[in-house]
């Protein structure tokens, strides 16, 4: 284990919108200082997460479809390597530990400094609604809805069960918009809000760090709960998909689903930019049901990995940052060839005994290039 927690540093170059952020920030950290510059970045939605794992796995946040992933927003970082080296990586040093680095995961080396090119940002336009009605219904209008939207818009749809105080159970709609316009944004939901027992709980304006959950709480005596299901980007958010993950979570009492719409400016980076699968995807979804004993027998285990190996067919790609297993068999699927291959060379040139394995582990290549 490396600590980086006291890595926390945090500096801004308003001229060129140029952040440098220590390696063990979290995201509430980084939007505290960018929101006395008027800057922003898109990052995830909760503030205590850090910015290393999020950023390396890719980071798909309220402004994914405004800005792209978090990784998208990287220029360049120190990095510490298996050998000890500290190295400069971005497009013109080491430019293919720098491919890595956005969207590789923690494979190639420990990264003491991301540097990150914000955005002009004042306040979100941010929304909540509450769902009480047809849960397909909701998801096939808000589907419609994200089809031909501006990029501004970034939509998550969630539906958890009572957890604890700052996670209300039930089914929700959090809208996040780069601008401050409540009227338009009403006006751009109307086709949702019309859906019954869709409501507008509160469409306002407010700052960026205000925006950033809190983590729910735990108990740290407790063993965390195991999570049957898994996610997936998909190309489509298709009527049958939306059927399967709505019933997943309808039949089990402690399940979430969470899906957030994708396209927009992450659509716009070339696939072989980065090594982040799927940019042809228009969702992100996640479904799991809670293995708490009393509440999943063995059948139930079965019966959930069996319903979400079916939805995931429909996807295109696993992502990593959702992902809870470190089995070799899924960082397979978060990484298709050629993606898969170049990072094996990649980690073969920077990593080769595997010392930074304990991940969604890409191995070296061997000699001969194969992986
Ligand atoms: C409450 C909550 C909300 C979340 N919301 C989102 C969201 O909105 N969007 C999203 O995309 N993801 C989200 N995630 C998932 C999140 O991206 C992953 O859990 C991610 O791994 C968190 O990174 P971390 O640095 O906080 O975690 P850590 O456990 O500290 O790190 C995870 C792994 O990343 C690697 N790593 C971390 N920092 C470094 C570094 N500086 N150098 C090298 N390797 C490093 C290591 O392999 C480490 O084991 C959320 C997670 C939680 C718990």
Redesign the pocket.
């Given at each position: 284990m490396i600590d980086?927690a006291e890595l926390r540093d945090i500096r801004v170059d308003p001229a060129t919108r140029r952040v440098s952020v220590g390696?063990g920030a979290t995201w509430g950290d980084v939007a505290r200082t960018l929101a006395g510059e008027g800057l922003g970045i898109s990052s995830?939605?909760?503030a205590s997460?850090?910015v290393?794992?999020?950023t390396?796995?890719?980071?798909?946040?309220w402004m994914v479809r405004a800005w792209g992933l978090a990784a998208d927003q990287l220029v360049g970082a120190q990095v510490v390597t298996a050998s000890g080296e500290v190295v400069e990586a971005s497009a013109t040093e080491h430019p293919d530990l720098f491919w890595a680095l956005r969207g590789g995961?923690?494979n190639v080396?420990?990264?003491t400094r991301f540097d990150f090119v914000a955005h002009a940002l004042n306040d979100v336009v941010f929304a909540t609604l509450r769902v009480s009605g047809d849960a397909a219904a909701t998801l096939r209008a808000l589907r419609d809805l994200m089809r031909d939207a501006p990029p501004q818009f970034t939509v998550t749809y969630m539906d958890v069960p009572a957890m604890d105080p700052n996670a209300p159970a039930g089914a929700g709609i959090t809208v996040c918009g780069i601008d401050t316009d409540v009227a338009a944004t009403r006006s751009f939901l109307e086709p949702v809000l019309a859906v019954p027992g869709v409501s507008a709980e509160e469409i306002a304006v407010r700052s960026y760090p205000d925006v950033l959950m809190e983590?729910p709480g735990y108990d740290p005596d407790q063993p965390p709960p195991g999570f049957v299901g898994g996610n997936t980007l998909l190309a489509e958010l298709d009527d049958d998909v939306v059927d399967a993950l709505v019933g997943f979570r309808a039949t089990r009492p402690a399940a979430v689903l969470f899906l957030r719409s994708l396209g927009g400016a992450y659509g716009d980076v070339a696939p072989a930019d980065t090594p982040f699968p799927a940019r042809s995807a228009t969702w992100f979804a996640m479904a799991g049901a809670f293995d708490v004993p009393g509440l999943l027998d063995a059948a139930g285990v079965a019966a959930a990995e069996r319903e979400w190996a079916a939805i995931e067919a429909h996807g295109l790609a696993r992502y990593a940052?959702?992902s809870v297993s470190t089995d070799p068999e899924w960082a397979r699927r978060m990484y298709p060839e050629p993606v898969w291959s170049r990072l094996a060379a990649i980690k073969r040139t920077w990593d080769p005994g595997n010392l930074f394995r304990?991940?969604h582990n890409v191995p070296p290549a061997s000699a001969d290039g194969t992986s």
């Open positions: 980086l390696g995830g939605d909760t997460v850090g290393g794992g999020l390396l796995g890719g980071g798909i946040g995961g923690g080396g420990v990264v983590m940052n959702f304990r991940n």
